[in-house]
């Protein structure tokens, strides 16, 4: 199920598989804990102050026989809080390994957190559709720390606002919002069809990103768009976003920016997308985009290690109806403002 385009890691977390009983669409921590496995921690990425550090880890793949699959991945080992470990979860996200056929897509990629603190760890799922698919997920996580800023105190201040959209729609769209005073760091979310339920919709993922999506501009939210595909499921979106104060009570200030990918080979089936930023890289998304009526989904936001910073593997792909489309990358980069 791997080629060449496809980057697995391995680490020191835990990923945590999320099976049948799915994610019910007003709870965000409602991931069976049903089976762990074990990693390895993968690069520390930092501003040019040295103020910053961002660690980005993965879990190892985890194999499926097919359905609608989750796992979770997080900084936790032995119940031990994220904070204690000296670092706090901002960003995520994952990909479905390589290039099996027919494929599975994303339904869900997003921070699981209760009532709007600190994420614990990040959620990521994805379904074979309309026909049965053997396939892979893996994981990976972004840790924060900051300079002189203890690690209970900076999970304290990083918060996840949410939004839903209206719904009974076919292709929903939401956009959490920031609040005025906060820095974004990331952002995900999930698409629920009728049925209410993670495991049985039929919504699937073909944009994850910042808003606004415009390279160098500042984001001030997060955008997250489904859309039912050969299935009459209408639902609604949630989107999530991850924040913080953009100064600190020790008096240090922050911005972040969006970096934006140019878009992969436009065509027909997979179209994978390598993108590199510098710098403290917070959050990872993507998008797809296509002409005609059949439609593209996304298979990977996946953040991984670059000599030369932060790197994201992105990727999406037409299933049964043959469409072409092309993928396109996103990062949000901290750095110091004073």
Request: with cysteine; net charge neutral.
């Amino acid at each position: 199920m791997q080629n060449s385009r496809s980057r697995v890691w391995v680490g020191f977390l835990t990923a945590v598989v999320g099976t049948g009983c799915g994610a019910q669409p007003d709870d965000v921590g409602s991931v069976a804990d049903v089976g762990s496995v074990v990693a390895t921690t993968q690069a520390v990425l930092s501003d040019p102050t040295g103020t910053i550090r961002v660690t980005i880890g993965a879990c190892s793949p985890v194999s499926f026989s097919g359905g609608s699959q989750s796992l979770s991945c997080t900084w936790n080992s032995g119940g031990v809080p994220t904070s204690a470990l000296g670092l706090v979860t901002v960003g995520g996200g994952g990909q479905v390994v390589g290039e099996p056929v027919p494929g599975a897509l994303v339904q869900a990629s997003l921070p699981r957190a209760a009532n709007n603190a600190a994420p614990g760890w990040w959620i990521f799922g994805a379904k074979d559709h309309a026909h049965p698919s053997a396939f892979q997920l893996q994981m990976a996580v972004m840790g924060l720390q900051i300079q002189s800023v203890d690690a209970r105190e900076l999970h304290s201040l990083v918060k996840v606002r949410q939004a839903r959209s209206a719904s009974g729609q076919h292709v929903p769209t939401a956009t959490a919002m920031a609040l005025p005073g906060e820095v974004v760091l990331s952002g995900g979310g999930w698409c629920i069809g009728q049925s209410q339920s993670l495991v049985q919709s039929q919504q699937l993922i073909w944009a994850s990103t910042p808003f606004p999506q415009t390279g160098e501009s500042t984001p001030t939210g997060w955008t997250v768009s489904c859309k039912d595909h050969e299935y009459s499921d209408p639902g609604y979106a949630e989107a999530f976003v991850v924040v913080m104060p953009r100064c600190l009570p020790s008096g240090l200030c922050f911005a972040s920016k969006t970096l934006a990918s140019p878009n992969s080979a436009s065509g027909g089936g997979y179209r994978p997308l390598e993108m590199s930023g510098n710098g403290a890289i917070t959050g990872v998304g993507a998008r797809t985009s296509w002409r005609g009526a059949g439609g593209r989904m996304l298979t990977s936001i996946f953040p991984y290690e670059l000599t030369t910073g932060g790197g994201l593997h992105a990727d999406s792909k037409d299933h049964d109806i043959a469409t072409t489309g092309y993928t396109a990358g996103y990062m949000v980069a901290l750095s110091r403002a004073n």
